[in-house]
């Protein structure tokens, strides 16, 4: 039995629909609006997401390109 961590759906989805993206569409098109004096939890774990989406093969990630890779 294959045990993984738990992976960003909402942000692997985002990935999906859009097959390839560099990391500032990605930002622009997943992360909300910042607002002043506001440390929102999604743009905190944003990098270490991505990070675990591509150690699960779920994405690959070169230079500032994202490709999704399965489903």
């Given at each position: 039995?294959r045990v993984t961590k738990?992976?960003?759906?909402?942000?692997?989805?985002?990935?999906?629909?859009?097959?390839?993206?560099?990391?500032?569409?990605?930002?622009?098109?997943?992360?909300?609006?910042?607002?002043?004096?506001?440390?929102?939890?999604?743009?905190?774990?944003?990098?270490?997401?991505?990070?675990?989406?591509?150690?699960?093969?779920?994405?690959?990630?070169?230079?500032?390109?994202?490709?999704?890779?399965?489903?």
């Open positions: 039995m738990p992976c960003n759906l909402s942000l692997l989805n985002t990935i999906s629909e859009s097959k390839e993206i560099t990391y500032e569409e990605l930002k622009i098109k997943y992360l909300p609006p910042k607002q002043k004096g506001i440390i929102q939890g999604v743009a905190v774990m944003f990098d270490s997401d991505l990070k675990d989406l591509e150690s699960e093969g779920y994405i690959s990630i070169d230079n500032d390109v994202i490709r999704f890779i399965k489903r």
